[in-house]
Nanobody, 127 residues
């Protein structure tokens, strides 16, 4: 059974940077994609970014484009999220996720397609 564990969260001031890591133990993130999601207080969980393993294709939600970068290792066991120029509105619990069922590229950001989740790591950005 695969488990995912995030690390690297913390508190930073606006404009700062953090690098989140997520490690898969007992297996990989799955053959198709890995994603980073976040949930702010009182808001729904949203897809921040996702990595399509075949071709290293990436997608980003509009609010983080140019500031966040997702990457992963070729073994599909680690995924990273480099977050630069952080803003207070980036404050949330960040989750990594893997998809083990069939996933099409057009659904890469669909939360319901991911069926293995980490426990989350808190990111707090102060102004």
């Amino acid at each position: 059974q695969v488990s995912l564990e995030e690390s690297g969260g913390g508190s930073v001031q606006a404009g700062g940077s953090l690098r989140l890591s997520c490690a898969a133990s007992g297996g990989t993130f799955g053959p198709y994609a890995a994603g980073w999601f976040r949930q702010a207080p009182g808001k729904e969980r949203e897809c921040v970014t996702a990595l399509w393993w075949n071709g290293d294709l990436t997608v980003y939600t509009e609010s983080v484009k140019g500031r966040f970068t997702i990457s992963g290792d070729s073994a599909k066991t680690r995924v990273y999220l480099q977050m630069n120029s952080l803003k207070p509105e980036d404050t949330a619990v960040y989750y990594c996720a893997g998809a083990y069922g069939r996933l099409r590229y057009r659904d890469i950001g669909a939360m319901g397609k991911y069926n293995c989740w980490g426990q989350g790591t808190q990111v707090t950005v102060s102004s």
